[in-house]
């Protein structure tokens, strides 16, 4: 390999990194990261999103150029940053990870790979995670993840070769990163944890060797989830650890520590990191799932969907979003991610849940207000969930969240409300603005109603062929078609823990 460039963009590390692996055996290499208009502009967008990569990079900038590979970071449109750099230094190959992401990543990568065909370059993507590209059925998708998983780490590059002759111009203009007001993204309003390798690494080491003891208990109260839970969906989101550190970590946890309390804990968080790849599978099968219903048989049902939004359910929806809503539970959750970027899946299930079943709302505006509020946004988990917790795949048990039973066994003494709802129980804190009662029996005379109709079961049946898993053993998913009534709901999706 004579020339490549190594295009980073979720995989912001130096360990388990196929590219930066292969770069160095290139004659001469470089790095690229852009930050691209078209994600500061997409309603998915939060400045937390920009502040945790920039932190990144700054930290693995120093890494490579310790090891002779220059990191650039450029802004502009992908194609047009390529063919620019391009232009002063004619690279033969360029190297990535593929990514399963939103639509504007999704058209960004065929511009790309039109640009490199055009330009005689030769692209190679590389698998980071257990998501499997052009798959044909999911047998046998369990299998193929394990293999994934269960092969030999890369080891962390020790030496490249700088791109020789091409120390003038863009491999020599390191400028200090641009800064959140440069790009116009906005004032960072969340308390954010720490980002990096070495942040990543450190949670990760933390957890399986005792901080996760607790994990199956900690991890459904907002109160322990914070400390129990591993905290590594960031660092999974934005690649500074990979998945498969990640499950050979825990597997060797497992299998070396004495303590059989922290092995059961391990064992299902385990699970889970299955659960991870799973759900992102569905995005990748079917991207248009960002947008649309998994089963078009909900279409139109909610405001929002195809439906105009009256102001009725405007207001509702800014009530939710604002954390007003008069359900202390539901007020307290939304506060505390805003202020956060994080909270626990049992925690997130209710917050969705209540927003479809008690506001009855369409889940693509939630959606994309948690999605910027989530520093953790993974899009293929994140959409999939919301039309899993808000009923529109057609194949999911109904999962109705009540507020105040989630209060009663998550913050029985009102610590997690007090702090986040001070003003509860005052004349400040508003009346809630729907009746409980009355808003789920409408809501469950629509879904139930439309759930029972033939061409509704026929479509569920093609859902679960095309998406459903076939692994036998894991944990329930819900990924069962039903038509019952049931007043509890089942229990979260186990991938959602990792959150």
Not at 36 to 61: K, M
Not at 168 to 178: E, F, S, Y
Not at 189 to 199: D, K, M, N, S, Y
Request: hydrophobic letters at 40%.
């Amino acid at each position: 390999m004579n020339s490549a460039l190594v295009w980073l963009k979720r995989d912001l590390r130096l360990h388990d990194h196929a590219p930066l692996h292969a770069a160095q055996g290139a004659r001469a290499a470089a790095a690229l990261f852009v930050i691209e208009p078209a994600w500061l502009q997409s309603p998915e967008f939060s400045p937390s999103h920009l502040h945790f990569t920039l932190q990144c990079l700054a930290e693995l900038r120093r890494e490579l150029a310790a090891r002779g590979l220059p990191l650039l970071v450029r802004v502009g449109e992908v194609p047009a940053v390529l063919q620019q750099l391009h232009a002063e230094w004619p690279f033969q190959h360029l190297l990535s990870h593929e990514e399963t992401g939103t639509g504007w990543s999704y058209q960004r990568d065929i511009a790309v790979g039109r640009w490199c065909r055009a330009a005689g370059v030769a692209w190679q993507e590389f698998p980071q995670t257990g998501v499997v590209r052009r798959l044909r059925s999911r047998e046998g998708w369990a299998g193929r993840w394990a293999q994934r998983m269960d092969a030999p780490l890369l080891p962390a590059p020790t030496q490249f070769h700088t791109a020789a002759g091409f120390a003038g111009a863009a491999l020599a203009d390191q400028p200090d990163l641009p800064t959140l007001a440069r790009l116009g993204a906005g004032p960072l309003t969340q308390t954010l944890q720490p980002a990096g390798e070495r942040a990543a690494r450190a949670t990760l080491l933390s957890f399986i060797t005792g901080r996760g003891r607790d994990y199956r208990r900690a991890l459904s109260s907002p109160l322990t989830a914070e400390s129990g839970c591993s905290r590594l969906s960031p660092h999974l989101a934005f690649g500074t650890v990979s998945m498969r550190q990640v499950h050979q970590a825990t597997e060797g946890a497992m299998a070396s520590t004495p303590d059989r309390t922290l092995a059961y804990a391990l064992h299902g968080f385990a699970g889970r990191l299955r659960w991870h790849c799973h759900f992102m599978q569905k995005l990748e099968d079917e991207p248009e799932i960002e947008f649309r219903n998994f089963a078009r048989a909900y279409d139109g049902l909610r405001p929002g969907d195809g439906v105009p939004m009256d102001e009725v359910h405007a207001a509702r929806l800014q009530a939710w979003c604002e954390g007003r809503t008069g359900f202390p539970m539901v007020d307290a959750c939304m506060r505390s991610l805003c202020a956060t970027g994080w909270l626990n899946f049992r925690m997130r299930a209710m917050l969705v849940s209540f927003a479809a079943y008690h506001l009855g709302l369409h889940w693509r505006e939630p959606g994309l207000f948690l999605a910027r509020q989530f520093l953790d946004f993974e899009p293929g988990i994140h959409w999939s969930q919301m039309q899993m917790q808000s009923g529109t795949t057609g194949i999911n048990t109904l999962r109705i969240y009540s507020p105040s039973k989630q209060a009663q066994d998550q913050d029985p003494q009102g610590e997690f409300v007090r702090r986040w709802v001070p003003e509860f129980g005052t004349p400040d804190y508003p009346a809630p603005i729907v009746d409980e009662k009355s808003a789920l029996k409408a809501t469950k005379e629509l879904m139930y109603g439309q759930r029972a109709k033939p061409e509704a079961r026929a479509e569920a049946d093609a859902v679960q062929q095309r998406h459903g898993s076939r692994k036998a053993g894991l944990p329930p998913s819900g990924m069962k078609r039903s038509t019952g009534r049931s007043k509890t709901p089942a229990a979260p999706s186990p991938q959602g823990e990792l959150f």
